[in-house]
């Protein structure tokens, strides 16, 4: 199945748990909790675009306060075959945070950010995508980012 413009949008219902981990950036336990979470609910969803026999995934928090923070470089991921973002932003309003995203050569669109259970599965590298996050300019920015391979 295809990605309509390179990727697709999908709301989830998040387990309480994970909000409350979020909300208290209790980072390990959210990254044990989304461990969990990945291979139960998203691995199905993901398996519908791509093949794939393993799953990376990071927490990545920014936020505006960051005087270092800055936009990111547009890259493809290399070798990985499909990319995702779960937002987890439990936060509120937040300025910048969006996800640049283009075939390579083309014009971009930014999206998001996007509110909390919002997943994005995305085309990588493999498929001729690149993409990067923007600053956060204001507020705080909680992502899972994932990306799936061959291995």
Request: hydrophobic share 35%; charged share 30%; with cysteine.
């Amino acid at each position: 199945m295809s990605l309509i413009k390179g990727h697709k949008l999908l709301e989830l219902d998040l387990p309480n748990e994970i909000l409350e981990a979020a909300r208290s950036k209790d980072f390990p336990r959210l990254d044990r909790l989304m461990s969990d979470f990945i291979q139960r609910r998203l691995a199905p969803l993901l398996a519908e675009h791509k093949e794939f026999n393993h799953i990376e995934h990071i927490l990545s928090y920014r936020t505006g306060a960051d005087p270092y923070e800055e936009d990111g470089i547009w890259h493809d991921d290399g070798s990985r075959v499909l990319a995702f973002s779960l937002s987890l932003n439990v936060f509120g309003e937040m300025d910048g945070g969006s996800l640049g995203f283009r075939r390579k050569g083309e014009e971009s669109q930014e999206l998001g950010p996007y509110p909390v259970g919002t997943l994005l599965i995305f085309y990588t590298g493999q498929d001729g995508y690149e993409h990067r996050t923007a600053r956060v300019i204001k507020g705080e920015r909680l992502v899972c980012a994932g990306w799936c391979s061959q291995k």
